[in-house]
């Protein structure tokens, strides 16, 4: 029986980045963590470069990288806020302060990101 060409034909994806480029099989995708080079799978826009390592290929990095204790855990703290007179004031939790080395004085920029507040640091 005679292979069907069609179906050995690989379909490449359109970037979804530039939408220029189409997106080709790599392996050698390379994130660096804390010093750590990992080299994953997965695709590469032929235009504007943009990488998309496959879905397993970041997990087992991640995995990686947690047994060489070097993948930033998400800081999820659990704060309650409060009242004063002119409004409700929340309180950056230590953790936050010390990782981002803060004085009290910075000027941020406050987002709405659906019911998520986002506090951008200047
Ligand atoms: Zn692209």
């Keep these: 029986m005679k292979k069907d060409q069609e179906n050995i034909k690989i379909i490449l994806k359109e970037c979804p980045t530039c939408e220029k480029g189409k997106l080709l099989p790599v392996n050698d995708i390379i994130?660096?963590?804390?010093?750590?080079?990992?080299?994953?799978?997965?695709?590469?826009?032929?235009?504007?470069?943009?990488?998309f390592p496959y879905q397993e290929e970041t997990q087992k990095t991640?995995?990686?990288?947690?047994?060489?204790?070097?993948?930033?855990?998400?800081?999820k703290l659990h704060?309650?806020?409060?009242?004063?007179?002119?409004?409700?004031?929340?309180?950056?939790?230590?953790?936050?302060?010390?990782?981002?080395?803060?004085?009290?004085?910075?000027?941020?920029?406050?987002?709405?990101l659906g019911n998520k507040i986002i506090i951008k640091i200047n």
């Design 31 to 51: 994130s660096e963590l804390s010093g750590y080079v990992f080299v994953e799978k997965g695709e590469r826009c032929d235009s504007c470069g943009e990488e």
């Design 79 to 112: 704060r309650k806020l409060s009242k004063s007179g002119r409004g409700i004031i929340f309180r950056i939790p230590s953790d936050i302060e010390k990782q981002l080395n803060l004085n009290g004085n910075e000027d941020v920029d406050v987002s709405l």
């Design 62 to 75: 991640i995995q990686a990288a947690r047994k060489l204790a070097i993948w930033p855990e998400t800081l």
